[in-house]
């Protein structure tokens, strides 16, 4: 099994950068797929960005691309999101996500809040 415990959330003023941390542990070597998930109040999570293990091919969501950055330091198990001209509407709880298996089983780490005021 793997787990994921993330960290770097916090209140910024739109306009700001904040770079979130999620490292894994356990059985890290298995994971295919690992990412960032967001959701603000009242919506459903929706992917923010992912990185591929194989071949660390990224996707990222419409709304963030070309402001976040995903990266991946395997030495560590650490994967992070670099976010860069926060809006109000990046506001939400940030998890992390690792697809592990052959069946890509889900797993999530607690969440970290990120709040952007205007």
């Known amino acids: 099994q793997v787990q994921l415990v993330e960290s770097g959330g916090g209140l910024v003023q739109a306009g700001d950068a904040l770079t979130l941390s999620c490292v894994a542990s356990g059985s890290s070597g298995s994971i295919r797929v690992i990412g960032w998930y967001r959701q603000a109040p009242g919506k459903q999570r929706e992917l923010v960005a992912t990185?591929?293990?194989?071949?660390?091919?990224?996707n990222y969501a419409d709304s963030v691309k070309g402001r976040f950055t995903i990266s991946r330091d395997s030495a560590q198990n650490t994967v992070y999101l670099q976010m860069t001209s926060l809006k109000p509407e990046d506001t939400a709880v940030y998890y992390c996500?690792?697809?592990?298996?052959?069946?890509?089983?889900?797993?999530w780490g607690q969440g970290t809040q990120v709040t952007v005021s205007s």
């Open positions: 990185i591929r293990s194989s071949d660390s091919t990224r």
């Open positions: 996500n690792a697809k592990t298996g052959f069946y890509f089983d889900n797993t």
